[in-house]
């Protein structure tokens, strides 16, 4: 099975600090995704990537950056956390050209 | 650019009842259709997927869903609901041939009445 790990299912952190949040992909898939999800708005495309070292915007970038240094990993930034940052953040994976995408469990973090 | 239009934001039915949950797309070549579903607390599992081919599709947990182009919708079904089917169902629409990026509906949460 595909296994798609988060490095955390909780964080809370205070406004201003540098967040990272950590996805790994144990399939050798290429294709990598970041995603928020609020409530009313489903989940909604922050970064993704196609291959190592290369990433894409995705709908709403601002205020993330993302960094890909091996091909299992995917990590989110926030260089700056705001409260407005405070969401259900999910990683997903996915194979070459293939739509399908696999899910991690992912992470709630809170801004205070 | 493509779209996803989940008009249902809830639904509740009773156990044993049957179910369907609407979806409705935007886009201008056949799409690639999913439907996941989000467990609370839990990441998206992959319920069933649309390519190509016959239009009715089955997937896990017995539930199907049925491709109609000329409505532009991919509605789910399932003829009899468990408890454990509560959860949140997300339907989303991927770009054939391109970007590998799916863009995903708001969400139905479904409810379970005993």
């Known amino acids: 099975d595909v296994k798609v790990t988060q490095s955390s299912r909780y964080l809370v952190k205070r406004t201003g600090e540098k967040v990272f949040l950590e996805c790994v992909q144990d399939?050798?898939?290429?294709?990598m995704f970041w995603y928020r999800q609020d409530p009313g708005l489903g989940l909604r495309l922050i970064y993704f990537s196609y291959d190592v070292k290369m990433k894409e915007k995705g709908d709403i970038p601002e205020g993330y950056s993302v960094s890909r240094e091996k091909k299992e990993r995917f990590s989110l930034i926030l260089e700056s956390a705001s409260t407005n940052q405070t969401s259900m953040y999910l990683c997903?994976?996915?194979?070459?050209?293939?739509?399908?995408?696999?899910f991690g469990p992912g992470t709630r973090l809170t801004v205070l | 650019a493509q779209s996803v239009t989940q008009p249902d934001i809830h639904i509740t039915v009773s156990e044993g009842a049957s179910l369907e949950l609407r979806c409705n797309y935007s886009y201008g070549a056949t799409p690639y259709l999913f439907w996941y579903v989000q467990s609370p607390g839990q990441g998206l599992q992959l319920l069933l997927k649309?390519?190509?081919?016959?239009?009715l599709v089955q997937g896990i947990k017995g539930f199907e869903a049925e491709f109609k182009r000329s409505q532009s919708s991919f509605n789910l079904r399932k003829p009899s609901v468990h408890w454990s089917d509560a959860a949140e169902y997300f339907c989303?629409?991927?770009?054939?041939?391109?970007?590998?990026?799916?863009?995903f509906g708001s969400g139905t949460q479904l409810t379970v009445l005993p």
């Open positions: 649309y390519f190509s081919g016959d239009t």
């Open positions: 997903a994976s996915s194979p070459g050209q293939s739509n399908e995408q696999f």
């Open positions: 989303a629409v991927g770009a054939s041939g391109s970007a590998r990026q799916l863009t």
């Open positions: 399939m050798d898939h290429e294709n």
